[in-house]
């Protein structure tokens, strides 16, 4: 069963870091390419960041450019995403989703949420 | 980037009637176009891909038409499960962009 499972999530203060993990199963993970998605609360979806299998493509949405990063351990099956400089506006749950291009499988989110 | 404008925002509908959700394109995505629904809760669920492509185990009353900027999702009969927010999405070029969401509520 493919499966998608994140953790790291949490609270962190305003300027702070935090980074989140994603593990894959089920699946050929170094031949999948890779997508970070989030929603803040009460809102829509937000596209966030992608990555190809190799990982040596990488895209981000302009809100997240330069201060999160995505990278990925295919020895480990997992994704990861750095984020730094967090804002407020950063609080939402973010889900991991295989693929770039449409999402056919997702996870059940982790929550991070940016307050003082 | 392109932006995707969902309409309407709500739709209330009867149990058992037919349900036509719109998605708009500020430029043309070709048929680089999914449909998901979320549940409260839950992450969202892939629906509809190559703007008319059921997902794998999508019952066939949810439906996709359009290309270029103009989209449709047709749910022909609707149950109680299918009550939901549904957003499109679409993958022609970067950024990845969704729309603001219909939510698909009770009559």
């Known amino acids: 069963e493919v499966q998608l499972l994140e953790s790291g999530g949490g609270l962190v203060q305003p300027g702070g870091s935090l980074r989140l993990s994603c593990a894959a199963s089920?699946?050929?993970?170094?031949?999948?390419?890779m997508t970070w998605v989030r929603q803040a609360p009460g809102k829509g979806l937000e596209w966030v960041s992608s990555?190809?299998?190799?990982?040596?493509?990488?895209f981000y949405g302009d809100s997240v450019k330069g201060r999160l990063t995505i990278s990925r351990d295919n020895s480990k099956n997992t994704l990861y995403l750095q984020m730094n400089s967090l804002r407020a506006e950063d609080t939402a749950v973010y889900y991991c989703?295989?693929?770039?291009?449409?999402?056919?499988?997702w996870g059940k989110g982790t929550t991070v949420t940016v307050s003082s | 980037e392109i932006v995707m404008t969902q309409s309407p925002a709500t739709l209330s509908v009867s149990p058992g009637e037919r349900a036509t959700l719109s998605c708009r394109a500020s430029?043309?995505?070709?048929?680089?176009f999914a449909w998901y629904q979320q549940k409260p809760g839950q992450a969202p669920r892939l629906l509809i891909y190559?703007?008319?492509t059921r997902a794998t185990g999508i019952p066939a009353r949810f439906s996709g038409s359009g290309s270029g900027t103009e989209f449709t999702l047709t749910i022909s009969s609707l149950e109680s499960e299918d009550f939901a927010v549904y957003y499109c999405?679409?993958?022609?070029?970067?950024?990845?962009?969704f729309g603001q969401g219909t939510k698909v509520e009770i009559k």
């Open positions: 989703a295989k693929d770039f291009t449409f999402f056919g499988v």
């Open positions: 089920g699946f050929t993970f170094s031949g999948s390419a």
């Open positions: 990555i190809s299998g190799s990982g040596g493509s990488t």
């Open positions: 430029q043309s995505v070709s048929s680089n």
């Open positions: 190559g703007a008319s």
């Open positions: 999405q679409h993958y022609n070029n970067w950024p990845r962009t």
